[in-house]
């Protein structure tokens, strides 16, 4: 009987125990939510402290290590000295009382943000440990070379390097000439094309300069080098042109680099830039997408007069329809009198395909290069219904009440009916109100 006794009571007190755990549990996740809500507010210095409650009064709940997280991201962004001292603190006591939380990138990539911060501010302890975590970048890396993303290691590593960046650019080139000139194959994908960026916010430098031009030539990923390429472009240096021409003249290399190029040349401008994309649109050993893409930028780069008379003269050269779709379609966006008389006169010609000839009547109705009084005057003038059926068409487009005009004489005067119908058919989509009259006035009639 005694024995029993014992037993109930510790049953008991096991119960009273397991229910004060839960409870225990119920507050802090409770207290969390609340110290979450106030973060989400922007309230952070009241966030912190409540993260700081959650920490110390639970330290055995399963919020406890995030909370003493969130307390230092609360407390960083708060941005005082204290407080980034404080949050150190808090980040330190996190590594030391859950160290297996404490090493997820999260918590690591914050310890750089704070200790940059810090540096800033003058802390030489905590530029010393920049430094010293930047330094270890030279390392290798566990990683898989098409891995999306970076891994862990790699982006506390890749912190410590955007921080050092801010801290100190001219310590930050040799550790990223060491990431992507010696020893490249230490590093993920990813973690080099960030890394490119980097080098490029310092291009005025000859040495961002170069270790550009060598991933450009050397790295083993098509796409690295054509980040690369792009990032080049951006720097405006006499050199850059010399290196596209010679990686477009290259049959070897990949179509994404070459490509890259043709972009590059177009954000660099110039003359010696133009001359080496009229090179491109006009050689016929390059593939078609290359001299397409070449004909594109031409279009959209300066020296109107200039450019419209080149791709006049190249138009005549080429047998490739989607060649020639291009070239319309960048002459078009060159504008002027010379583009006009050019896309009307593919318009007029019965020798031109179809299909070209209604590309160039789209284009130039999507210009200022014709008014709606010429459109109509061109309807008269065309052999093939379906021409002028682009005319009606290209009329509906445009947002002014001339064209509603000119759609009206053609829904009353049209002598193809199929012609009248598609003018009262864009009518109808017009929303104009004088369109609606019409078409009510036209219901009424006797039919």
Request: net charge negative; hydrophobic share 40%.
């Amino acid at each position: 009987m005694k024995t029993l006794h014992c037993l109930t009571i510790a049953l008991l007190l096991a119960c009273t125990a397991t229910a004060a755990v839960a409870q225990s549990q119920d507050e802090a996740r409770d207290t969390y939510r609340q110290a979450r809500d106030l973060l989400n507010d922007r309230d952070y210095s009241e966030a912190a402290d409540m993260f700081e409650t959650v920490a110390t009064r639970y330290p055995d709940s399963r919020q406890a290590p995030d909370a003493l997280y969130w307390r230092a991201f609360a407390l960083m962004r708060e941005g005082e000295r204290r407080d980034l001292l404080d949050a150190k603190e808090a980040l330190e006591l996190q590594f030391e009382l859950y160290p297996d939380q404490a090493r997820n990138s999260d918590s690591q990539e914050l310890a750089i943000r704070i200790q940059s911060r810090l540096a800033e501010m003058g802390d030489a302890e905590a530029a010393v440990e920049i430094l010293r975590l930047a330094n270890e970048l030279g390392d290798p890396v566990d990683h898989e070379d098409d891995q999306d993303g970076l891994n862990h290691d790699e982006q506390t590593r890749m912190a410590a390097l955007h921080a050092l960046m801010q801290m100190d650019p001219e310590r930050a080139l040799p550790i990223l000439r060491k990431i992507l000139v010696e020893n490249p194959q230490n590093y993920s994908r990813e973690f080099r094309d960030q890394a490119i960026f980097m080098v490029s916010q310092q291009a005025q430098e000859d040495e961002a300069l170069d270790i550009l031009l060598y991933v450009v030539r050397n790295d083993r990923s098509p796409e690295i080098r054509g980040q690369a390429v792009f990032w080049l472009s951006q720097t405006r240096s006499d050199r850059t042109v010399g290196i596209l021409d010679s990686l477009l003249a290259d049959p070897d290399e990949s179509d994404e680099v070459r490509e890259q190029a043709i972009f590059a040349l177009s954000q660099v401008g110039g003359r010696e830039a133009m001359q080496t994309l009229r090179r491109v649109a006009g050689d016929p050993d390059l593939e078609l997408e290359l001299r397409e893409n070449a004909i594109f930028w031409i279009g959209q780069m300066g020296g109107r007069r200039e450019t419209t008379e080149f791709l006049i003269e190249l138009y005549a050269e080429l047998e490739d329809p989607e060649l020639r779709e291009k070239v319309v379609f960048s002459v078009a966006q060159t504008g002027g009198r010379d583009a006009s008389e050019f896309l009307m006169g593919i318009v007029r010609d019965p020798e031109e395909d179809i299909d070209t000839r209604n590309n160039a009547l789209f284009w130039l109705g999507q210009t200022d290069l014709v008014d709606e009084v010429e459109l109509m005057a061109m309807i008269s003038t065309l052999d093939e219904p379906e021409l002028a059926e682009q005319v009606v068409f290209v009329l509906s487009q445009r947002d002014s009440p001339a064209a509603i005009d000119a759609l009206i004489e053609l829904a009353r005067n049209a002598e193809d009916p199929e012609l009248r119908e598609n003018a009262i058919f864009w009518l109808g989509q017009s929303g104009d109100e004088r369109a609606a009259d019409y078409l009510e006035e036209l219901v009424g009639e006797d039919w």
